[in-house]
């Protein structure tokens, strides 16, 4: 007779991470995992998409505790993700959070992994003026968010392992980050990295890293991983996005305060995401470790791999 799969709760089934996770529990047929794909839209492509490779699709909301509780009933495990950039409120995003933590305990889990940031005020206090304070309590919003319910997940949830994520190099085809052309037309990657350098990663990777800790097992409790492809400086990326494209590409540095006044929904907030990572320096660096994200995902993707098949698609204005 057949081993009957546990179930691993994934929140946010159809984005970058959560369906990164469910792709990786999908494609290991012989593995101990199935998935249950969290939505809140069942009968869109993506859910649909999932059901057909064989995810147990279900519908929930993360403003509804409630609907929680019945997502996570019987499952062994959940993965736990929020999306601060689809409402731009720290206030919302930490309630979302703790609504998944608490309901974790509640439905018996046996391992929660939390996908989550630094607090960056406990480098920056709020009367710290290397950074501004934003929102009137944060220096990071969309960081701050999600360290400051690490607690709870700590204290009132299911065992919870901590993941950590690094840069999106999907922010290079979405977010308008890709390289511009200048005057004279030539291609120039900007962005403020105050001299550091900046851990990255395939969207995707991350929830196929938290698959290698679901692998684990529930003894990673209370352990962070911080996850990353390939650390890279400015003129490094640049150089890649070059090859990859076939013409030259060069790095400019962008100024953080000239990169927070640029107007566009959330660039205060980045600007001092870019600024926090460069004073945070090689600590922060030493919390994305390359090499424990291949050991978790042996797939995981450099970022010449990622360019390979993404080159193409960044919109280079």
């Given amino acids: ?162 993941l950590r994520a690094a840069f999106y190099w999907e922010n290079f085809v979405h977010f308008g980050m890709a390289p511009r052309k200048d005057a004279e037309g030539a291609l120039v990657l900007s962005m403020p990295l105050g001299g550091a350098r900046l851990p990255g990663i395939h969207a995707g990777d991350i929830g196929a890293c938290a698959y290698g800790v679901f692998g684990r097992g529930p003894e990673t409790a209370g352990q962070y991983f911080g996850v990353a492809g390939e650390i890279l400086s400015g003129e490094e990326m640049a150089a890649k996005m070059g090859h990859a494209l076939g013409q030259a590409v060069t790095f400019q540095d962008v100024p953080f305060d000239v990169y927070r006044g640029l107007g566009f929904p959330g660039a205060e907030d980045l600007g001092n995401m870019f600024q926090y990572q460069a004073l945070a320096g090689e600590d922060f660096l030493r919390r994305r470790d390359v090499a424990q994200s291949r050991a978790l995902n042996p797939a995981l993707q450099s970022f010449d791999t990622w360019l390979a098949a993404n080159a193409a698609r960044m919109p280079l204005g």
């Fill in 1 to 162: 007779m057949a081993k009957t799969k546990k179930i691993i709760a994934v929140v946010g089934a159809t984005g970058a991470q959560g369906g990164g996770l469910v792709r990786a529990i999908l494609a290991d047929r012989d593995g101990a995992f199935t998935a249950r794909a969290i939505t809140r839209k069942p009968d869109s492509e993506a859910a649909r998409a999932l059901a057909a490779a064989g995810a147990e699709v279900v519908v929930a909301d993360a403003d509804d505790p409630a609907g929680f509780d019945a997502a996570f009933t019987g499952a062994y495990g959940a993965f736990c993700v929020t999306n601060f950039w689809e409402h731009f409120s720290p206030e919302r995003e930490g309630a979302q959070a703790a609504t998944m933590a608490r309901a974790s305990r509640r439905a018996g889990l046996q391992h929660v992994v939390w996908s989550t940031l630094e607090d960056t005020r406990e480098l920056v206090p709020l009367d710290d003026p290397r950074l501004p304070t934003l929102q009137d309590r944060y220096k990071v919003p969309h960081f701050d968010s999600k360290g400051q319910v690490d607690q709870v997940f700590a204290t009132e949830a299911a065992p919870t392992t901590f």
